[in-house]
């Protein structure tokens, strides 16, 4: 099993490009996550996803958009990229049942200037 | 407003010896406790947890201690050995009453260094 993954691991963006980023999991989970870290701040959650075809806002979506049109894959769009989305962004999944416990992938560092 | 609290930044602790990582929260809404490590390029991996209705979780060398009157939790690491060294990232969710997804609100994390 791979767990979850992310492609692409680093990504450096103009100020105003778009990229998307992708995540897959392999363990049939209903749940699928995109959070943000950042320094001196926890893991902020972008936008989160209860199953196939479902998305939802979570605390810091602006200028993100998400689409899970696979139960298995989650992607992540950034329409029009600003300095202020330089991050560190992890994909997470969980299952139905225990929701809270969730397996990261191994992030992707995008660095917009 | 931060409702998962992690004071310390980092911590250093001789290898052997026991490691404390406090964290504190303030939702009282919160009822199901988390922690998570990560190591440098990698994703948070789950640790251990704890349901507000225990006051002690162990496993192995990890054991988890909630305090909910001074809301307030603790991981121990004993004995601590170098491999331990990473981000320990402290987190609490409303837990499952109310069925479906339930927001998990992380802390900043806490840096632990274990010295040979």
């Known amino acids: 099993n791979a767990g979850v993954t992310q492609t692409p691991k680093f990504r450096v963006l103009k100020t105003g490009q778009s990229m998307t980023l992708l995540c897959a999991q392999d363990?049939?989970?209903?749940?699928m996550y995109w959070y943000r870290q950042d320094p001196g701040m926890g893991l902020r959650l972008i936008h989160y996803s209860v199953g196939e075809g479902t998305t939802a806002k979570g605390e810091v979506p602006d200028g993100y958009n998400v689409s899970r049109l696979k139960k298995q894959n989650f992607l992540l769009g950034l329409e029009s990229a600003a300095p202020s989305q330089t991050s560190v962004y992890f994909c997470?999944?969980?299952?139905?049942?225990?929701?809270?416990?969730?397996?990261f992938g191994p992030g992707t560092r995008l660095t917009v200037t | 407003d931060q409702q998962v609290k992690q004071n310390s930044p980092s911590l250093s602790v001789q290898e052997g010896r026991i490691s404390i990582l406090n964290c504190d929260y303030t939702?009282?809404?919160?009822?199901?406790f988390l922690w998570y490590k990560k190591y440098p390029a990698e994703g948070p991996t789950f640790l251990i947890s704890i349901s507000s209705i225990k006051d002690k979780n162990e496993d192995g060398r990890f054991t988890v201690f909630l305090n909910k009157s001074a809301k307030h939790l603790s991981l121990h690491i004993v004995p601590s050995q170098p491999g331990d060294s990473a981000v320990y990232f402290c987190a609490a969710s409303p837990g499952l009453y109310s069925g479906g997804y339930q927001k998990v609100t992380f802390g900043i994390g806490t840096k632990l260094q274990v010295i040979p």
């Open positions: 939702n009282s809404m919160f009822d199901y």
């Open positions: 997470a999944s969980s299952s139905q049942t225990v929701p809270y416990e969730q397996y």
């Open positions: 363990m049939n989970h209903e749940y």
